[in-house]
């Protein structure tokens, strides 16, 4: 099992930048494909972007791509979400998870342990 905690969400300014984090403790983080997922209200939770294992792959949701960059230090057990030219529609809890390292993992279906959330309220 694994703890994930997230920090770094607040409120920016749309074309702004916002970098959010997520801590691993209590397992063995490099075990694990970690993900990124958000939910505004009333809608559902969905995918942002995943990285392998070692940090060697990563995958964005369209909505993403170009903009944000998922990054991770298994020496740290840590995993970072850089946000550049936020837009309003980005606004939303921040989740950060861990799950099975396979390509297709874009749901939360394939993922196991998840942090409580970090607000990001991009204004504009």
């Known amino acids: 099992q694994v703890q994930l905690v997230e920090s770094g969400g607040g409120s920016v300014q749309a074309g702004g930048s916002l970098r959010l984090s997520c801590v691993a403790s209590g397992g063995t983080f490099s075990n694990y494909a970690m993900g990124w997922f958000r939910q505004a209200p009333g809608k559902e939770r969905e995918f942002v972007g995943r990285?392998?294992?070692?940090?060697?792959?990563?995958y964005y949701a369209d909505s993403v791509k170009g903009r944000f960059t998922i990054s991770r230090d298994n020496d740290k057990n840590t995993m970072s979400l850089q946000m550049n030219s936020p837009k309003h529609e980005d606004t939303a809890v921040y989740y950060c998870?861990?799950?099975?390292?396979?390509?297709?993992?874009?749901?939360?279906?394939?993922?196991?342990?998840w942090g409580q959330g970090t607000q990001v309220t991009v204004s504009s």
């Open positions: 990285i392998s294992r070692s940090g060697s792959r990563t």
């Open positions: 998870a861990a799950g099975r390292d396979v390509v297709v993992a874009t749901t939360t279906s394939w993922y196991d342990f």
